[in-house]
């Protein structure tokens, strides 16, 4: 399912925005002249990543300082099992459209989620 996400005059170099659907946070950012959407949890210990935390373009984590490429979603500090979830994006008029991950991927990440809550 797509998504207006938001306008794309309000994610200037080297930003990016966060924003819930569904109960699932995703990032758009921009590094470099290009846009990019992820689904913004670290996989580490499930913490949102934060709209504030995108610096030369790389991602920084809240929870434990993992550290992932803006362009790539790769993890560079070994806690992430995993790259960040890339989604589709398109610009259409002004406006950031986003393509949601399918539930099965959502459930996944739930899943989890809560797995790692209870060890």
Request: net charge neutral.
């Amino acid at each position: 399912m797509w998504v207006r996400f938001a306008k794309e005059s309000i994610i200037p170099e080297g930003t990016g925005r966060v924003k819930f659907f569904g109960g699932i946070p995703v990032m758009v950012l921009r590094s470099n002249g290009q846009l990019y959407a992820y689904v913004a949890l670290c996989d580490h210990k499930y913490y949102v990543l934060c709209e504030r935390a995108i610096k030369d373009g790389k991602i920084l984590c809240p929870g434990h300082g993992e550290v992932f490429i803006a362009s790539t979603g790769e993890p560079t500090q070994g806690m992430a099992r995993r790259s960040l979830i890339r989604l589709n994006l398109e610009v259409k008029d002004g406006f950031v459209y986003v393509e949601l991950p399918p539930r099965d991927v959502i459930e996944s990440i739930a899943s989890e989620s809560l797995v790692e809550g209870q060890a």
